[in-house]
């Protein structure tokens, strides 16, 4: 009896062992599964980003004791070769971000392997071009769809987009807006069994093998709609755009407080380049090389100004603009970007220029007798002096309305030709 109590306890103690020891091997491949977990998302950021890498250092400390800091070293090192293999492996696709020429509003699309995600979608007017613009480039669902804020010019044609296309997430702020527009979008996502995501600083999502980090909003309420904005920014290989919806002062003073690593190489200029963005502050946080400017021509707002503009130049900043060059396309291999057009010369000289165009082009049509003036992407016409033209790349021209019609073109509702 003692003998079998003796052996039950030495049984007991090895069992105790060996549960011990599965134990620790569990914790320490959770750990490393933690790790790797992470890597894909850190790894990307880990290239662009120096703030970010800090975090996930501090990350590991925490997590783990300073006695394993060894093992810490072999598990940071690991990471960073699959970095590399990964990198390399992702540099075989391509990103691309279309800048969808939507006149005065936002929309834009991203596109990798077969993942797709549209931040924005227009005013009312431009849900169908967007709705077409998007079947063009065959895409029939997509993955993420975020209205950055409930203003009509950024989430008009949203309604037509989820009334048309399979619908992953759905990402807005949580804040209501009493306008028709708003509730049209809350019951096209209602009918469609979808639910609104609401942003979290600092979520991060995958979109193929690229991923997107949320940034803003960092409070709960604010005195201004647009600071409600969701920032996003959106990572692939080496390169990283920032897509800040109509963010003003207050949000990007928040989101530079907040440190997540703001540094791209291309931003979404805030709020169509209006002087109420684009702070200092947040430039130099952003730092980039590019930036896409969505406003449309000859916008009663005067989007851009000539001080953001001026901003960007003195960083020497290439700038694309929608109203200069209709949709602006840019693909990412994962190193290098390239646009589908050249920047445009807003130069603070420049800049007086485009009436003096715009004067040219309306007496050029004058001679040629045309009365209407249709605008290629959005199949909406145009009176001849309408204060919404589009690019002149963009544009093709009626002798009379029902030329325009027959052309699958409706008018303006600014004009009213
Ligand atoms: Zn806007
Ligand atoms: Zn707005």
Sequence with gaps: MIIKKGCGKVKFTNKLTRLLGILLIITMSLLVGCNEETSPVGGTINSNNENLNIDLDEDNTTKENTSESNDNNEIKEKDKDEDIEDNNIKVNGNLEVHYIDVDQGDAILIKQDDSNMLIDAGDNAYGDRVVNYLKSNNVTHLDYVVGTHPHADHIGGMDDVINTFDIGKVIMPQINHNTKTFEDVITAIKNKGLKITTPKVGDTYEIGDASFIILAPNSDSY???????????????????????????????????????????????????????????????VDPKYSVIQSGTGN??????????????????????????????????????????????????????????????????????????????????????????????????????????????????ICKP
Excluded: W
């Design 300 to 413: 009663k707002y005067g989007h851009p100004v000539q001080s953001t503009l001026t901003k960007l130049q003195n960083k020497n900043i290439e700038i694309y603009r929608n109203d200069l060059s209709g949709d602006i396309i840019a693909t990412s291999d994962g190193n290098a970007i390239i646009f589908n057009t050249n920047p445009s010369e807003a130069s603070p000289k420049q800049s007086t220029a485009p009436p003096e165009i715009d004067k040219e082009q309306t007496s050029n049509i004058e001679d040629n007798e045309t009365k209407y003036i249709g605008n290629k992407n959005s199949k909406i016409f145009h009176l001849t002096d309408c204060s919404n033209l589009p690019n002149k790349k963009n544009r093709s021209y009626f002798d009379n309305k029902d030329e325009a019609i027959n052309s699958g073109y409706r008018g303006c509702k």
């Design 223 to 285: 005195s201004n709609l647009n600071d409600y904005s969701v920032i996003t920014k959106l990572m692939y290989g080496n390169n990283s755009f920032m897509f800040t919806g109509d963010a003003e002062v207050e949000s990007e003073r928040e989101t530079v407080n907040n440190n997540q690593g703001l540094k791209s190489d291309v931003l979404k200029v805030g709020h169509h380049g209006s002087d109420t963005s684009t702070t200092p502050e947040f430039l130099n946080a």
